[in-house]
């Protein structure tokens, strides 16, 4: 069987008379539009669903319900069709569209591209805070981002030239952007555009490498439980899988504290979700940053269960 004739049964199951009305991607939710936008960019079902935090059976159901809106054609067809419906924009829009993103210094609220609110995993066409976007920085370079606001918002600079690291599950992405300073009348900054740009970032890419672990504990048993690559983040053998005083010896003599209180920390404030960012020593003396996100299970008598991350920038 040639190639064509593979992806020619492919589609016979699709209705030779479906047609795409361009116009309905209107009425797309903004989830099903993050789907869409990153099946434009050859992500797999798979991948857009780790990227979103979706099962395969969500996935499904997504991309139903966008046929049912747009037309029961193949997702390839759907793809390009979203694209050529984005395309089919105005100058005025277009020229818009440059600015990465605008900051408003008075409602610290972000309005921002679609393709920098999908690398966030924020929603496409909406303002979101400041600290939605921080919240994906490196946490070595999250200072130099602050020191820039400072600079800004303080009058003491007008524009920068900015390279920082987004850590995100998929890997490290260094960023490029120069930011500007938006004056009043009276030469009080009220914006800051930012505005991607070519980055000269030549590090090897081994610099980019991000391993990613799970563990969970039970709230009421105090039973906790690691998988292997949470191990072999912290360079410890399996029989520490159960373990969870073995973690903390591996943490920066700084962040200890913190880290054994995240959890009560989270619970007493009523939150479902934590973050903490921190430092691991090892016994060679080498260091390197990690970030644990934590999501608090509740039943009718209160928390029972932590399921925890650990994303490590090697």
Known sequence: MTTEQTHENDY???????????RRFSTLSDRERQILSLATKGFLDKEIGRELGLSLNTMRTYWSRIRAKVGGVPRAALAAAFVS???????KTRALSDATYVIDLGSMTVKASDAMNLSHGLAIRKQHPVEAYHRNVHPADLPLLEGV????????????????RLALPTGIRHVSVVVTAVKNAEGIPV???GKSVDSFDCRPLLDSRVMFGLWTED???GEFWADDECLGILRLPASKRRC???FYRCLHPDSVERARGLVDETVSQFMARNRHDYRLRFDDGSEVW???DIAIEYGL???FRVLGTVLCFA
Do not use: C, F
Not at 85 to 91: C, I
């Open 244 to 246: 969870r005083d073995s």
């Open 191 to 193: 914006q800051v555009v």
């Open 301 to 303: 008598d209160g928390p």
């Open 290 to 292: 990690a970030r644990t």
């Open 219 to 221: 709230l009421l048993t």
């Open 149 to 164: 606001m400072e600079d800004i918002m303080s009058g003491n600079e007008d524009r920068l030239h900015l390279n920082y």
């Open 12 to 22: 016979k199951h699709w209705p030779r008379a479906s047609v795409i009305d361009g």
């Open 85 to 91: 419906s984005h395309t089919e924009t105005s100058a």
